[in-house]
């Protein structure tokens, strides 16, 4: 799975909460929150991907050296 499929997949789950809640049904956010949360879970246990900051092309590091 690439990263590509991963934002697909955070775009699927923000549809979900916009259908759910004009559909009418509760528990909308929670269902939201905890899908999020499996999807960063699996997102990092068995895709193996690194965050954002640790890419070849991300400069947010250089802010956390030490001087």
Excluded: H, N
Excluded at 42 to 63: C, T
């Amino acid at each position: 799975m690439s990263r590509f499929v991963f934002i697909l997949s955070f775009g699927l789950l923000i549809a979900f909460y916009i259908a759910w809640g004009l559909l009418g049904f509760a528990f909308g956010g929670i269902l939201t929150v905890v899908g999020t949360i499996a999807l960063i879970y699996f997102r990092r246990r068995y895709l193996g991907m690194r965050p954002y900051w640790a890419g070849r092309l991300s400069d947010i590091p250089k802010y956390f050296k030490l001087p």
